[in-house]
């Protein structure tokens, strides 16, 4: 039982890091004032990025510094559609989530002729788990030896990065000069302006920053999660990642644990493939496959309570004389 237990918490770690990556990117962006929606296009955008260079180049460090510059170059592209031109952020969002889901399947139709696919990743253009000191010296000593051994041990190293981002993003966002202007950009963004600050750069560079994450998270699912990338593998992570922004009430700390949720209630859930219950038998794929988004959703409704954004999210800043 505890064995299963440790098995089920390490799965967990290594579902939810993209997920706390894209939510810790879509708060800085909506802590700003601008609704990102396309969390899911920029995540799949660049996993594409990731795999394909890292295909190319064999070199899986190339291949993050790719997925980083396509996503911050679509965070651009938001932000030039809804800050400088004001347009609608939901609409600007959607479209960059249409361009990622068929830009990456015919790119990869064209450059590697596999069906959208990239060529599978061999382990050394791959993030591979990282066996932490003393880690095989315990692994035989009760209780502690699988708890270090198991789940704190033997994770890639963007797993130990999504865990680290937390309290640093909390660090800026609630205790820097920029963090405070980043919030107010979103409460007040007049106020923001009155005092001499730009809120069109504010929220440029919060949507950089969203960027470099989402960037982070796309290079997880093809180069540390899988071998490589095919069609849709962001498979709706960046619209959970949302839920879990809004329901952990944009805050980091809330937000790590909406989305160690739904990475354990993934968890459980490939575990539950194949068994039977008593009544019904065994249980379809389809439904395992749906649980954790509807168990996700009730119990984030039903627990968290009404959450309450920032008071200028979504509205295009008008700057006033």
């Not at 382990?123 to 198991?150: H, K, N």
């Not at 498979?235 to 160690?260: S, Y």
Request: glycine share 10%; charged share 10%; with cysteine.
């Amino acid at each position: 039982m505890y064995e299963n237990l440790i098995l089920i918490l390490d799965a967990t770690l290594r579902v939810s890091a993209p997920l706390i990556l894209a939510a810790l990117a879509g708060l800085f962006s909506e802590r700003s004032g601008i609704v990102n929606i396309a969390l899911e296009g920029k995540m799949l955008s660049a996993a594409f990025a990731a795999a394909a260079t890292a295909s190319v180049t064999g070199n899986v460090w190339l291949g993050l510094l790719a997925a980083i510059g396509v996503s911050v170059c679509l965070s651009l592209i938001h932000g030039f559609a809804s800050i400088t031109h004001r347009g609608d952020q939901i609409v600007s969002g959607v479209a960059i989530n249409m361009l990622a889901v068929g830009l990456t399947v015919t790119l990869g139709r064209f450059w590697f002729g596999l069906g959208g696919q990239t060529p599978a990743l061999p382990d050394s253009a791959r993030f591979t788990p990282i066996t932490l000191p003393g880690a095989d010296a315990v692994a035989d000593v009760p209780v502690i030896g699988p708890l270090y051994s198991e789940l704190i041990s033997g994770h890639n190293i963007l797993v130990y990065l999504a865990l680290l981002m937390v309290p640093f993003v909390w660090w800026v966002v609630f205790r820097t000069r920029f963090g405070l202007r980043l919030r107010a950009a979103g409460e007040n963004p007049h106020a923001v302006d009155t005092a001499g600050i730009s809120v069109a750069w504010i929220r440029y560079r919060a949507l950089i920053c969203a960027g470099i994450l989402c960037g982070i998270a796309g290079a997880y699912l093809s180069t540390a999660h899988s071998a490589g990338f095919v069609a849709n593998m962001s498979a709706g992570k960046g619209f959970i990642a949302l839920a879990a922004l809004i329901f952990g009430k944009w805050k980091p700390v809330p937000v790590l644990f909406g989305c160690l949720l739904f990475g354990f209630l993934d968890a459980v859930a490939i575990r539950l493939q194949g068994a039977e219950l008593p009544i019904v038998g065994e249980i379809p794929v389809q439904a395992i496959e749906v649980l954790p988004y509807i168990l996700t959703v009730l119990l984030l409704a039903g627990f968290i309570g009404r959450a309450v954004g920032p008071k200028s999210i979504g509205v295009p800043y008008v700057k006033t004389r």
